[in-house]
């Protein structure tokens, strides 16, 4: 199985989304590929590019 590179996620479309449960920022994790809510304890998945802004597919954040 050989690893496909991920496409690359577009920094300045972070700059208009917010989270879906408090409409607070976003921050960006490139390594694990997800936009992290602080505010929300979330963490939104980047797939193919794409982020998924739906909070069933959101991961919760560890305190």
């Known amino acids: 199985m050989t690893n496909k ?21 976003l921050d960006y994790d490139a390594e694990r590929q997800e936009l992290i809510s ?12 794409i982020p998924v802004m739906l909070i069933d597919e959101a991961r919760i954040l560890e305190p």
Do not use: W
Request: aromatic fraction near 6%.
């Open 5 to 25: 590179p991920q496409p690359a996620f577009d920094r300045h479309m972070l700059e208009s989304l917010v989270c879906p449960r408090t409409q607070g920022r």
């Open 38 to 49: 602080k505010s929300a304890n979330l963490a939104y998945p980047i797939r193919n590019g």
